[in-house]
C-alpha cells in the first residue's frame, strides 16, 4: 500500500513559518534539523502522521511557483478542520488575515488565509447535506 508521508510548501522564512504552522495552526514539531546554513523542518497535524516540510523558498523555481500561485489566489495547500467558522473567528482573533470568509462551495464550507511566509492556505471543512429531500417525497 502506498500512501502520502511527507508533502512540502515553499515558505520566505522557515523560522517563521515554523512558529505560524506551529503556535498559530497547532501542528506540532517533527523534526527540526541545522543542516548548517538551514534547516529542516516538518510538522504535523496532531494526531496524524503526513509530514509537512517547511521547506525553503528562495531557488527561482519556488519562487515563480509560489509567485504564480499567489497571483492567481490558488491555496498552496489545503488543511481540513471540523469547525470552520470557529477556526475563523479563533484565527482572526490571533491576527491571521483571511483573503476568504468562510464560504459554501458546494459540499464544503471553505476560506482562505495568508500564511505569513508567502502562500495563502486553504481551510476546508465538510458540510452536512441535510437538505436532501428525503426518498419519495
Not at 490558488?74 to 488575515?97: K, N, Q
Amino acid at each position: 500500500m502506498i500512501r502520502i508521508a511527507m508533502t512540502s510548501v515553499y515558505v520566505d522564512d522557515e523560522e517563521r513559518a515554523h512558529a505560524f504552522y506551529g503556535d498559530v495552526l497547532g501542528f506540532e514539531t517533527r523534526t527540526n534539523l541545522d543542516l548548517g546554513g538551514a534547516r529542516f523542518i516538518t510538522v504535523v497535524a496532531p494526531g496524524q502522521d503526513v509530514e509537512l516540510l517547511l521547506e525553503p523558498g528562495d531557488s527561482p523555481l519556488a519562487e515563480q511557483y509560489r509567485r504564480g500561485l499567489r497571483e492567481a489566489g490558488l491555496p498552496c495547500i489545503v488543511l481540513g478542520v471540523d469547525d470552520l467558522r470557529a477556526e475563523h473567528e479563533r484565527l482572526s482573533g490571533l491576527g491571521v488575515r483571511f483573503t476568504q470568509p468562510p464560504t459554501e462551495h458546494g459540499p464544503v464550507l471553505s476560506a482562505v488565509l495568508d500564511d505569513t511566509v508567502g502562500n495563502l492556505v486553504q481551510l476546508t471543512q465538510p458540510l452536512a447535506r441535510d437538505r436532501e429531500a428525503a426518498p419519495g417525497s
